[in-house]
Structure formats: C-alpha cells, structure tokens
T-cell receptor, first 116, second 112 residues
Framework: EPEVTQTPSHQVTQMGQEVILRCVPI?????FYWYRQILGQKVEFLVS????????KSEIFDDQFSVERPDGSNFTLKIRSTKLEDSAMYFC??????????????FGPGTRLTVL | GNSVTQMEGPVTLSEEAFLTINCTYT??????LFWYVQYPGEGLQLLLK?????DKGSNKGFEATYRKETTSFHLEKGSVQVSDSAVYFC???????????FGPGTRLSVLP
C-alpha cells in the first residue's frame, strides 16, 4: 500500500539554524500538507499546497517557514531561523484532491524536531 | 471557525471493556469526519471516516456514526485490547484540499 514517507525521523538543531524537513507524498496525490504537534498537544495545521503554490496557511506559518516542491516527488518544509518553540513533531500529509469532501489525508510518520 | 472537541482523558480501561470516546464538532457547512489513531512513537493513521449524516464508519472493531442533529461522531468499541492503547484524534474537513481540524486527542490505556 502506498504511503507518505518523511526524512529524517529526528532532527536536532541549534537555535537560529535553518532546517529542511523532507516528505515524499503518495505519488498520484495532488494536495500536500504540513502539520505540527508540540509534545502532548493537539495537531495543528501549518500549510497546504496545490498546483505548485500555497493554497492555505495558518497563522503559525509565518515568514520563517516556507514550502517547496523541488521535483516531482519531494515536498519540503524549511524553517529559516529555528526557535526553541519550534520543537515539535512535524507531519506531512497528502490527499488525492478528489473533488469531493470525502478527500482523506494520509499522514507520514513524522519528523521530530528538537531545537537546542 | 470550525472546531472539534473531544474528551481529553486519559481513559484507562481493562481488557475487554467497552470504549466510548466522545467527539463533537462545530462547522459552518457539511464536513467529513474522521478518527485517527497515534500509537506510541508513531504517526497518525486513519482509523475510520464518515462523509455524511447517519453514515457509520467502522474498522478493526471500532465504529462511529455521523450524527448531524447532535453534531457528534463518538468512537466506540465493544471490547478493547491492550494493543488498542494509543492516542485517538477526532478530526473534520470541510472540503477537499482543505486543512483538517483536529481535536486535542484522547489517550487510551488498556490494562491486561
């Protein structure tokens, strides 16, 4: 069964450094998403991406964040200057974009980001 | 805006006990409703979904019925197992391509 993959599984970085989290969505999917989950808290939406551009973003997704689909398979989240409060599990998801509201999002296993 | 409320737990049950995790939602339109499960150290896995009123989603012995009149989507299982210990998230989506709104999650611990 096709699945969303994410690398790395765990990233440790120093405050102020840039990180890139990578995702490979399911191959025939058209919509891509990033969510984050601060330890012990709820899953929060960051951004959605369709047709090579951001379709929606939350207030969390400020100027330090960016997303890119650099080739036909990868979908990346860049955090330009990490802060301690960016420490969280980051989940990538993808969906078919079926044109109905039955569109299911499939999640990757997550990347745990630790900012020291 | 849209929101999802669920009992936060933790919920601790003995094996073979009956499980109910309540979930209610607020939405402007007619959302699809989902339950996701997160096992320790893992990502989010789709457990079941329902896309319109009175639909029942089911998987692995879990069930939930979309109740428009009470704006609820309660998760139930007749007999839980130790392997069901996880965090369960209720979520909604208004439309395709739209972000999911998640509830806070309910941690379930099943004791042998």
């Amino acid at each position: 069964e096709p699945e969303v993959t994410q690398t790395p599984s765990h990233q440790v970085t120093q405050m102020g450094q840039e990180v890139i989290l990578r995702c490979v969505p399911i191959s025939n999917h058209l919509y891509f998403y990033w969510y984050r989950q601060i330890l012990g808290q709820k899953v929060e939406f960051l951004v959605s991406f369709y047709n090579n551009e951001i379709s929606e973003k939350s207030e969390i997704f400020d100027d330090q964040f960016s997303v890119e689909r650099p080739d036909g398979s990868n979908f990346t989240l860049k955090i330009r200057s990490t802060k301690l409060e960016d420490s969280a599990m980051y989940f990538c998801a993808s969906s078919e974009g079926s044109g109905t509201n039955t569109d299911t999002q499939y999640f990757g296993p997550g990347t745990r980001l630790t900012v020291l | 805006g849209n929101s999802v409320t669920q009992m936060e737990g933790p919920v601790t049950l003995s094996e073979e006990a009956f499980l109910t995790i309540n979930c209610t939602y607020t939405a402007t339109g007619y959302p699809s409703l989902f339950w996701y499960v997160q096992y320790p150290g893992e990502g989010l896995q789709l457990l079941l979904k329902a896309t319109k009123a009175d639909d029942k989603g089911s998987n692995k012995g879990f069930e939930a019925t979309y109740r428009k009149e009470t704006t609820s989507f309660h998760l139930e299982k007749g007999s839980v197992q130790v392997s069901d210990s996880a965090v369960y998230f209720c979520a909604l989506s208004e439309d395709y391509g739209q972000n999911f709104v998640f509830g806070p999650g309910t941690r379930l611990s099943v004791l042998p």
